[in-house]
């Protein structure tokens, strides 16, 4: 690499390190098959991405940005399902049917009581009475 090309893009870019991260960015793009911005004249795909850098036909704050954006892994959020969930004891016929005609049988606490005093308590042995 030419000295005068990497002075010429401190220039742009302050910090030495991130002018390495995005030059190798920027090859590793023209290496994909990005289309270069200045003439390449012999030169290997690092010093044509400092070249463009330092011409300033390659803005640095878009190449930091997509090198974000490449770096970046996808993170499906998890929401909750919008079908119904079938019922863990349910057999193979009852999933079949529509979750959704489900009836729960309503009880009030006035029938709860009846039910109750209509109980016989469980017959017990005599040592049970001592």
Do not use: W, Y
């Not at 090859?27 to 795909?45: F, L």
């Not at 974000?68 to 399902?81: A, F, R, W």
Request: proline share 5%; aromatic share 2%.
């Amino acid at each position: 690499m030419a000295r005068v090309t990497v002075e010429d893009c401190v220039e742009k870019v302050d910090n030495r390190f991130e002018l390495v991260l995005l030059a190798s960015h920027r090859a590793r793009m023209i290496s994909a098959g990005s289309q270069i911005t200045v003439d390449r004249d012999r030169d290997k795909n690092p010093v044509v991405a400092l070249r463009e850098i330092a011409d300033s036909t390659i803005s640095p704050e878009d190449l930091k940005e997509d090198l974000i954006h490449s770096l970046q892994k996808h993170v499906d959020v998890d929401e909750p399902e919008a079908e119904p969930v079938p019922m863990i004891g349910s057999s193979a016929s009852a999933s079949a049917s529509d979750d959704s005609q489900v009836e729960f049988d309503r009880m009030t606490e006035e029938d709860l009581l009846r039910g109750l005093d209509g109980l016989v308590p469980p017959a017990g042995s005599d040592d049970d009475a001592d």
